[in-house]
């Protein structure tokens, strides 16, 4: 039987800017989405782009070679990770016109 | 050393002496029986190189109005970063891979610190826990003994004044296990930490979670706005002070213990720890770190008055925290609950 696994990466907490998840190893894993959940919103229809990191260490960070996803709302939001991505995996997160209060988490199979 | 099984010896009681010869034990029974010192009943063997195995990160409950939030907290826990499968993976060597496979169970804390004396910084612990309860009538003791290892992120240089500006040991604070117990309508928390720096000062001692004769209040750092009981959740009640004393945890003599660090922050060793307690009586038992055993009978845990729907609870838990702005990391390859 095939293993699976959700963490959670942030709960419950405004956020504005840049954002970079914390470094996650899913080496076992065959594939990974990342669930960025929006709960609440202030100012003026925040927008959140977000783009799939890959690592070789856990520090040095690079883009997987995928486009940025942008959206709004309140809702659930699913970043599907594209194959090969190896071990590391972050999510680099920018909100622009506002704040956005999030719950991040990375679902994991393999 | 050739193991020749014999088909009828499957009831064999076990004997550490002579067990290559006389069982049909599996190669993993056998690792088990190598590698640990389980008590008679075995409560769970987690390899991590097999998956979770059920251990997860801890994190506040999420049950208030309006929107599941977390009740009000002195501490914030919900920064504790997840625990996760690690290939124990470094940019010049490459993946480290685990004692019995390729991933151990990692538990990391953020970026962040604050001084040892003040309340501890969101995401400057990280927590690994299991949620098991007793079963057994008359059950007597309780221990958990796992294989481990710890480093810190070799991220940026230090200051190139100093000799190794690449190793970075003292950026970790501690790390320790133990267990969140309730039984017989008492609750207590008990544990042993590896103090190994605080606020830069090296000192590399063991400590037992036992309170300090403290109020609640003092317990939650003389500041009202949570519920706190003392001695509950030593890893971040209690106050600390600037010579290290810290009053969740007291001191075992003459633990003083350099374990391994290997030259680099990208070198992993596995180590063994064991503890032993006492649930009949409450106490600690002992304790053991590599081939160090520590005496610990006669010291009473610090129990309170039991919650509510919780009693006969096991919760085996690790921890880690760093000390400098710097993550650092605890790794498990596999751990060993039982009783007897």
Redesign the interface.
Known sequence: MK?F?A???E???WFTGTLYT???????ADEAIFFVMI?HEKGDGPTLTARVEIS?????WASDGSGPVTFSGKGLHPIKVQPNFG??LRLAVEIEGGELFLNIQ?HCKG | MVITPKINDADVIFNPKTFHYHTTMSVDEIILRSRFQPLKRILAYDVFNT??NGWM?L?PNFTEYP?F??PKTLVNK?QW???????A???YPG?HGAMSG??SL?L?T?PVHSRYEDIPAPGSMGHAIKRLSFYTPGSRFLQIECWFSYTA???TLDSDDHPQPGLHERSIRAFGMGFDIQERGERYQVGVRHLNCFNGNLVQRWEIENSADVTDKEWAFGLEGDWCKRGIDPWWFGRRYPDGRHEAFQIIPDSHQQLIYNETDCKLNWQYMRLKIDTLNREYVEFQCQDRIWDLRGTHVTNVPGYHRIDNLINPLFWVETDEDR?VFFYIDSVVVSQE
């Open positions: 293993q696994n963490s959670h990466l709960i419950k907490k914390h470094p996650y190893e899913a080496g076992w709960e070789h260490d856990g520090v040095v071990n590391w990375i | 998956g979770f990160t994190l929107d939030d977390v919900d970063p997840p625990v996760m499968l690690s290939s993976t470094y940019r993946t390729t991933f990692k990391s953020r992120e070799q991220d993550r």
